[in-house]
């Protein structure tokens, strides 16, 4: 959990010796806040002010009075001081100390490699490069140190490289400036099925805290988010327990239960653990911790994420198990959003030796987007993302700069229903001395290019010419192009889809594929697999007596009209490939219709349809002059239309018909 302040009891010491006790007694405890306090007060050599008149981003001009008091404990101080600032996330303040403690001669080891560290977050790369080199030039054991340094220098240089892509431009991070004040965190925002946000903040409630309290305590806020930023926001009004802080929430698909991060500082180690709560009216219940296929005895969980499907929880726990210290998990939740089954870990292709934290699964894209300190990356906790379903996971990818900054980067989260690359917010302290604050994020959108090609299935001969028709899921034309001499065909998408790609071309049955396009950024072109076209056996058909009449079965007309239906094409395009294979030949198309209308209008009807049949044989390339069209009425009946005076719809049927005629061979 990625916290700005703890919790605190009362600020007591009088004397520089008070301060002492005080200070020590804050830093075993872990309430490092009201530590820091205190160090600062003893090393100042200012023991009257106020609680309210100390500044947490100020480094305060160390007191000379102060070295006479006792040299060893000073050295001591200095160094806890650093500590705390360190575990307070206040690395301006922590590098200062830090470095004044390395200039204790053997005594803090550690204080090189945390001075560099400091550097780096404060975004002093160049500087914490020398330092970290310094720092394994001085120290030579293989430990987790030096292991970690290593890697930090990896990071710079990857970070270097990242400094220098050439596409920065399509990316743009901002503040969220109405909650960047420079005073506690806000953080871990989520949106709410009602398109309003929850979020975590730190910042001060002085109207409830009490004088000599820590302020900066966590809290869930709900609020709005619209195009000038967040609205003003509301306290959600959880039921607290003392001591403990909650924050870091995840709601159910329909808002009525929320998941969130409840945790204590004992001993200087945070126990972490989710709860439940639900909400009636305006109110929400209690929070009731979990069971223990989430919350394991002697572990820490925390940062839950609800899957927009209301099936799956993913946590962040350092339970028995994992890969190494946090690890990402995740378990099935029942039809009331309780966790059933054993929690599973999501597998060595996500966790590392590191901290895994802050899961967000974006289901349109099948994408996990979470944090992590154990690959290589920019600095601090970096976002990553891969693809998956939870049984299986691609090789994930580092989100890269802008996205990640030399700092800590976490809590992703959007609401866009195809990418995850545009409307997310995300939490980083890269602007803070201390805190994480909320970043809207989005990536320029690029066109897309689906390319592809049809060909003939026997011997995949490629086909130029061919109509490809690209309609959308819901049934929507897209486009439509025409293959090239190569039979490829080529489009582009502002967004990606699922789309159904068709192609016809006469003499041949047509064909269609399913294309599932991802909806990810990253791809700026898409190959798909080649549509594979038929010939029909009536290539070697034997051509007709002159005057001869032959039926062409299937061409349909709506009641009434003369265009023709789609399912009418297959019949036509078996004549194309008559007359095609015999180009010698002239043709009449003659349409005749049944007895129901006056002889004029069915005359008139008969004449457009045979002429919509001509102009389809031309569209498709047959020479005009090889062809006629007739229109007959109901002059030519071939069965009665009547029986007894009885009307006889089959004999109808078979009158309403479109034949053709070969004229000259």
Same mark, same amino acid.
């Given at each position: 959990?990625?916290?700005?302040?703890?919790?605190?009891?009362?600020?007591?010491?009088?004397?520089?010796?008070?301060?002492?006790?005080?200070?020590?007694?804050?830093?075993?405890?872990?309430?490092?806040?009201?530590?820091?306090?205190?160090?600062?007060?003893?090393?100042?050599?200012?023991?009257?002010?106020?609680?309210?008149?100390?500044?947490?981003?100020?480094?305060?001009?160390v007191s000379q009075k102060s070295a006479a008091i006792n040299p060893a404990s000073r050295k001591e101080m200095i160094f806890k001081l650093a500590e705390s600032y360190r575990m307070l996330h206040y690395y301006s303040n922590a590098e200062t100390y830090y470095k004044e403690a390395m200039a204790i001669p053997g005594q803090y080891p550690t204080a090189g490699y945390w001075y560099a560290k400091?550097?780096?977050?404060?975004?002093?790369?160049?500087?914490?490069?020398?330092?970290?080199?310094?720092?394994?030039?001085?120290?030579?054991?293989?430990?987790?140190?030096?292991?970690?340094?290593?890697?930090?220098?990896?990071?710079?240089?990857?970070?270097?490289?990242?400094?220098?892509?050439?596409?920065?431009?399509?990316?743009?991070?901002?503040?969220?400036?109405?909650?960047?004040? %420079?005073?506690?965190?806000?953080?871990?925002?989520?949106?709410?099925?009602?398109?309003?946000?929850?979020?975590?903040?730190?910042?001060?409630?002085?109207?409830?805290?009490? #004088?000599?309290?820590? #302020?900066?305590?966590?809290?869930?806020?709900?609020?709005?988010?619209?195009?000038?930023?967040?609205?003003?926001?509301?306290?959600?009004?959880?039921?607290?327990?003392?001591?403990?802080?909650?924050?870091?929430?995840?709601?159910?698909?329909?808002?009525?239960?929320?998941?969130?991060?409840?945790?204590?500082?004992?001993?200087?180690?945070?126990?972490?653990?989710?709860?439940?709560?639900?909400?009636? $009216?305006?109110?929400?219940?209690?929070?009731?911790?979990?069971?223990?296929?989430?919350?394991?005895?002697?572990?820490?969980?925390?940062? #839950?994420?609800?899957?927009?499907?209301?099936?799956?929880?993913?946590?962040?726990?350092?339970?028995? $198990?994992?890969? %190494?210290?946090?690890?990402?998990?995740?378990?099935?939740?029942?039809?009331?959003?309780? #966790?059933? %089954?054993?929690?599973?870990?999501?597998?060595?292709?996500?966790?590392?030796?590191?901290?895994?934290?802050?899961?967000?699964?974006?289901?349109?894209?099948?994408?996990?987007?979470?944090?992590?300190?154990?690959?290589?990356?920019?600095? $601090?906790?970096?976002?990553?993302?891969?693809?998956?379903?939870?049984?299986?996971?691609?090789?994930?990818?580092?989100?890269?700069?802008?996205?990640?900054?030399?700092?800590?980067?976490?809590?992703?989260?959007?609401?866009?229903?195809?990418?995850?690359?545009?409307?997310?917010?995300?939490?980083?302290?890269?602007?803070?001395?201390?805190?994480?604050?909320?970043?809207?994020?989005?990536?320029?959108?690029?066109?897309?290019?689906?390319? %592809?090609?049809?060909?003939?299935?026997?011997?995949?001969?490629?086909?130029?010419?061919?109509?490809?028709?690209?309609?959308?899921?819901?049934?929507?034309?897209?486009?439509?192009?025409?293959?090239?001499?190569?039979?490829?065909?080529?489009?582009?998408?502002?967004?990606?889809?699922a789309l159904k790609i068709g192609a016809s071309l006469p003499g041949y049955k047509e064909n269609s594929i399913d294309v599932i396009v991802p909806a990810d950024q990253e791809m700026e072109g898409m190959a798909t697999p080649a549509i594979c076209l038929t010939k029909p056996v009536v290539d070697t058909m034997v051509v007709p007596e002159i005057n001869e009449e032959v039926v062409l079965d299937?061409?349909?007309?709506?009641?009434?009209?003369?265009?023709l239906k789609k399912s009418s094409l297959g019949a036509l395009d078996k004549l194309i490939l008559l007359m095609q294979a015999n180009p010698t030949i002239t043709v009449e198309l003659g349409a005749h219709t049944d007895n129901i209308g006056s002889d004029a209008y069915n005359q008139i009807l008969s004449e457009k349809r045979a002429t919509a049949c001509l102009k389809y044989l031309v569209s498709?390339?047959?020479?005009?002059?090889?062809?006629?069209?007739?229109?007959?009425?109901?002059?030519?009946?071939?069965?009665?239309?009547?029986?007894? $005076?009885?009307?006889?719809?089959?004999?109808?049927?078979?009158?309403?018909?479109?034949?053709?005629?070969?004229?000259?061979?």
């Open positions: 959990m990625y916290v700005c302040g703890l919790a605190s009891t009362s600020i007591y010491a009088q004397t520089a010796s008070d301060y002492v006790k005080a200070a020590d007694a804050f830093y075993e405890k872990g309430d490092y806040y009201s530590a820091a306090i205190n160090y600062e007060k003893f090393l100042t050599g200012k023991t009257g002010p106020k609680v309210g008149g100390y500044n947490p981003y100020v480094v305060q001009k400091s550097l780096k977050a404060n975004n002093k790369t160049a500087e914490a490069e020398v330092a970290f080199n310094e720092y394994l030039a001085a120290n030579t054991a293989d430990d987790e140190y030096t292991k970690d340094a290593k890697k930090e220098l990896a990071n710079i240089s990857f970070a270097k490289n990242e400094l220098k892509k050439k596409d920065l431009y399509k990316y743009k991070v901002s503040t969220m400036n109405a909650l960047s004040d %420079g005073k506690g965190a806000t953080y871990a925002a989520a949106f709410s099925s009602d398109g309003s946000l929850v979020y975590t903040t730190t910042k001060p409630d002085t109207t409830t805290v009490a #004088p000599g309290k820590n #302020p900066y305590t966590n809290k869930l806020v709900k609020t709005t988010l619209s195009e000038t930023g967040l609205g003003s926001g509301e306290k959600l009004d959880i039921p607290t327990t003392a001591n403990y802080e909650q924050g870091v929430g995840s709601l159910s698909p329909d808002g009525s239960k929320l998941v969130l991060t409840r945790w204590i500082m004992e001993k200087g180690k945070k126990a972490s653990a989710l709860y439940v709560t639900e909400k009636t $009216g305006a109110s929400w219940s209690a929070p009731t911790k979990l069971g223990t296929e989430v919350n394991k005895e002697g572990s820490n969980s925390q940062q #839950p994420f609800i899957t927009t499907d209301g099936k799956w929880l993913l946590f962040s726990s350092d339970r028995e $198990g994992g890969s %190494g210290k946090f690890d990402l998990w995740y378990v099935s939740l029942d039809a009331s959003f309780a #966790p059933s %089954g054993t929690a599973t870990n999501l597998g060595s292709s996500i966790n590392t030796d590191g901290d895994d934290e802050a899961p967000f699964y974006h289901a349109p894209s099948q994408t996990l987007v979470y944090s992590s300190n154990g690959k290589l990356g920019m600095g $601090g906790l970096d976002f990553f993302y891969s693809k998956g379903n939870f049984s299986t996971w691609e090789t994930p990818k580092n989100m890269g700069y802008p996205v990640n900054s030399v700092k800590d980067d976490l809590y992703y989260n959007t609401s866009d229903k195809k990418s995850i690359w545009n409307n997310a917010l995300i939490s980083s302290d890269r602007n803070s001395p201390c805190c994480l604050e909320l970043f809207a994020f989005d990536k320029m959108k690029v066109q897309k290019t689906i390319t %592809g090609k049809v060909v003939d299935c026997n011997g995949s001969t490629a086909l130029s010419g061919a109509t490809v028709t690209i309609t959308s899921e819901n049934g929507k034309v897209i486009a439509t192009k025409t293959t090239g001499v190569n039979g490829s065909y080529e489009l582009k998408l502002d967004d990606y889809e299937d061409v349909l007309y709506d009641f009434g009209k003369a265009n498709k390339g047959i020479d005009a002059s090889r062809l006629t069209s007739k229109g007959y009425g109901e002059t030519e009946p071939i069965a009665e239309n009547t029986i007894n $005076g009885k009307d006889n719809p089959k004999g109808r049927a078979k009158n309403r018909r479109t034949a053709f005629k070969v004229l000259s061979k």
